[in-house]
């Protein structure tokens, strides 16, 4: 992955573009790309691009970004992969275009100038694009299917500013701060922003699999689709062994095209299923090599006991003969990193990826596979797993095991549910969605719930039936939870440190396969999560290495929390990390800049502040937590600089 920016008209009467019009984003992006670092300015001076480069695909300066078509006449920069690059390459080589290099930008570009806007329909990978033909003056601005590679914009006075990080933006154009309502009550609830929107209400993200068309000097269009919404219909079979086979040979080979490239591959190792297979499949392809893996743990700061799954972990790593680092995570780190980071931080579990990210650059590994995207494919949570229980008769036999981790309190009636009242998106809060006018001030509550988004999303794919929960369930992960909540949390940290993430998860053939196969072969009877992607484990991996594991991040939360479910809980990590920083979380939290924006209920902080006060009640507090972050954040965004 790199990093990409740049700005151009659309009006004649704007002013020429110079280097200073991007200088401020370069400097921002410069830590995405730490092998190459260019600039591009049209001949008119209309237009001007910059690109860091992470060289994972040759690695000469030849294939340095910008590219430019076999005619010269089309430019291109990216921040991504193109996993089909070279299938596209031969049909380009059929039609005269010429290479001067084996990149997959330069690929992209060309089919770009072949193909036309159809070019992003070809593409399998993790992208974001910008691309203009300098003759007609016309291009377009894209992001991946999967939202994995980051895309954000600005219009500010007839120009479109966009780059990889939207702090850039906001400080490139010196923007007055401007916090987005609905962005800001999303990442409260939902621990995302949804339908566009930033912090910065000046700011937007551009959507998954969108991509908005403009002319120099002339227009811009709004963002729009380049996905089919039509179902792609796979044949599927009833047998269980031809359906383990298919899609175990899928993802195999989309393991083998991730690790592909110039640069040296690692894997961040949590000791579940999902990560092990991952490293069982790298080792069938490449036995001889000694792959690096990353895992963190929690310090508990008065014990110093290590909380998380290294014994295991240690156990695999032996086993298939892999380096392992283990990343210490500790509460005087966490304090650090709500005082810089460049975002309001979601969760520890951001701070977790930017060390292993840092701890892999450090040993020399700038590509690594992650896991995201195996449990909402295939059915790995719990609360998930719930709902079809709840909606599906023929599946209720799941409610026995499965319960909704919210709504605990009240007694509701399965008949009288909506799955927008008890959807648990990327961790939403639906008791904190439930409870709006507790929390929120007047003013707040006025912004669009996340339950309007929730419904919005439903409506859109026509799945308005409970019996197609199992549907709305993966509709709803892969248009707002997996891009805008367990990607943003993973690949920026990761990212800052000049390392790519790749995901063999987010595969499109894959993601096809698992959900066209009936439920019946993905959920089990003796309610084992994840039963498929087991059985396809087994082909790989050794009995005695497959275990239950704590999910990643739990050692900081309340068992009672996941009280009804069989996970066993050790001493929480950082059980304390309120308490013991309570006049720190107070100087901001109750005095901090950000509450003259007056989002919140006073009598609201006041109580959760409180119960961080004294040492038998207090909890590490996923709530407070985003709160702190965003008041440290605020502080720093409100200074001029």
């Known amino acids: ?36 670092d260019k600039t591009w300015i049209s001949k008119k001076k209309d237009a001007i691009l910059t690109i860091q480069r992470l060289a994972t695909q040759d690695k000469r300066p030849i294939a340095n970004q910008p590219c430019f078509s076999t005619d010269k006449s089309t430019v291109l920069i990216m921040n991504g992969e193109i996993y089909n690059h070279r299938e596209l390459k031969k049909i380009l080589l059929k039609n005269n275009y010429k290479f001067l290099s084996n990149s997959d930008a330069e690929v992209a570009v060309n089919a770009y100038h072949f193909w036309g806007k159809n070019f992003l329909k070809k593409l399998d990978g993790q992208f974001a694009i910008f691309v203009l033909n300098t003759t007609s003056n016309e291009g377009l601005i894209a992001r991946d299917k999967h939202g994995i590679a980051p895309l954000y914009y600005s219009l500010n006075k007839n120009r479109l500013f966009f780059s990889s990080n939207p702090t850039s933006i906001y400080k490139q154009l010196k923007l007055k701060i401007k916090i987005s309502k609905k962005g800001f009550a999303d990442f409260m609830v939902a621990s995302c922003s949804t339908e566009n929107n930033t912090f910065f209400e000046q700011i937007k993200y551009l959507s998954p699999g969108n991509f908005i068309e403009f002319k120099i000097n002339k227009f811009l269009k709004k963002p729009k689709s380049f996905l089919d919404n039509k179902e792609e219909k796979i044949a599927t079979s009833d047998n269980v062994s031809k359906t383990i086979k298919k899609i175990g040979s899928t993802l195999y080979k989309s393991v083998e095209s991730r690790i592909s490239g110039d640069k040296k591959v690692g894997i961040f190792l949590s000791g579940g299923i999902d990560s092990v297979l991952l490293l069982s499949m790298y080792k069938r392809l490449h036995p001889n090599t000694k792959i690096k893996t990353f895992t963190a743990v929690f310090e508990n700061e008065e014990s110093k006991t290590i909380v998380g799954e290294h014994k295991n972990v240690k156990k695999i790593c032996k086993y298939y003969k892999s ?20 975002y309001p931080s979601v969760g520890i579990l951001e701070y977790c990826f930017k060390k292993l990210g840092e701890t892999a650059k450090k040993n020399k590994t700038e590509v690594i596979l992650s896991g995201e995207g195996a449990d909402e494919m295939f059915f790995g949570y719990d609360h998930n797993l719930a709902l079809i229980g709840i909606f599906k008769k023929k599946f209720n036999f799941l409610t026995k095991k499965y319960k909704l981790r919210s709504l605990q309190k009240k007694k509701i009636s399965p008949s009288s549910l909506k799955i927008q009242d008890v959807f648990l998106i990327g961790g939403a809060d639906i008791d904190f969605e439930n409870n709006r006018k ?39 992960d892969y248009d707002i939870k997996i891009p805008e909540v367990q990607i943003r949390r993973a690949e920026d940290p990761v990212m800052s440190n000049g390392v790519q993430l790749r995901f063999p998860y987010l595969n499109n053939k894959l993601i096809n396969q698992v959900q066209s196969t009936s439920l019946s072969q993905k959920i089990n009877k003796n309610n084992i999560e994840k039963i498929l ?27 009672e929390y996941y009280k009804k479910s069989d996970i066993k809980f050790k ?4 059980n304390n990390f309120f308490f013991n920083n309570h006049k720190k979380m107070i100087k901001m939290v109750i005095k901090g800049k950000y509450r003259k924006l007056n989002f919140f209920n006073s ?14 009640t207090c909890f590490f507090d996923p709530i407070l937590w ?14 001029r600089t």
């Not at 309007?452 to 308005?464: G, M, V």
């Not at 087991?534 to 068992?559: D, H, N």
């Open 1 to 36: 992955m790199c990093g990409i920016g740049g700005a151009f008209n659309l009006s004649k009467n704007n002013k020429k573009l110079s280097k200073d019009n991007i200088k401020i984003i370069r400097k921002f992006l410069r830590e995405r790309g730490p092998d190459s």
């Open 603 to 616: 009598a609201f902080l006041e109580n959760i502040v409180f119960k961080q006060s004294m040492g038998n």
């Open 438 to 476: 507790k929390v929120f001030s007047p003013h707040m509550l006025k912004t669009r719930s996340f339950r309007s988004t929730i419904i919005k999303t439903i409506n859109k794919y026509n799945l308005k039936n409970p019996q197609d929960v199992d549907k709305i369930i993966v509709k709803l």
């Open 571 to 574: 001493q929480p990590a950082f």
């Open 533 to 559: 992607l087991r059985r396809i484990a087994k082909k790989y991996i050794p009995k005695k290495l497959i275990q239950s594991k704590l999910p990643f991040g739990l050692p900081a939360l309340r068992k």
């Open 323 to 342: 380096k392992n680092y283990l990343v210490k995570i500790r509460s005087g780190d966490l304090i650090n990193y709500l005082k810089t980071s460049s």
């Open 626 to 639: 985003k709160i702190w972050s965003f008041a440290e954040w605020f502080e720093r965004m409100s200074k």
